[in-house]
């Protein structure tokens, strides 16, 4: 199993609805994952939107994609450039350090992950 961003074993992110890009809970990449869905975030409304206007809707079920459509609240596994663009724009959304890939930390500051943490940092 990958590292998280703390630096122990990558624990899961959400299993209902089932996210990661190998919809196996994990938010975890590969050679076929050109997103690097690495960032595990709880959605918000805000969010939802702002993914939306910027061409991704993640709001819309799609059944032929194994995807349930989300409602704030919902933890999914985000691509990394998507976190970061929504840090910059004013909207990103909470995240779960320890289900989130080390990976990550190639794109985004820890301490920005830090800022925007679901619960208590060690």
């Not at 596994?77 to 004013?90: F, H, M, N, T």
Request: proline share 6%; net charge negative.
């Amino acid at each position: 199993m990958p590292t998280n961003v703390l630096g122990g074993e990558l624990e899961c992110c959400c299993n209902d609805p089932k996210t990661g890009f190998y919809r196996d809970g994990y938010c975890r990449t590969g050679a076929q994952d050109q997103g690097l869905h690495v960032v595990c975030a709880v959605m918000t409304e805000e969010f939802l939107q702002y993914s939306y206007m910027r061409g991704n809707d993640l709001i819309t079920p799609r059944p032929e994609y194994d995807f349930p459509g989300l409602k704030p609240g919902d933890r999914w596994c985000l691509c990394v450039q998507r976190w970061a663009e929504a840090l910059v724009a004013g909207f990103a959304p909470q995240v779960v350090l320890a289900a989130t890939q080390m990976s990550a930390l190639e794109w985004v500051d820890l301490e920005d992950l830090k800022k925007h943490a679901v619960g208590e940092i060690d």
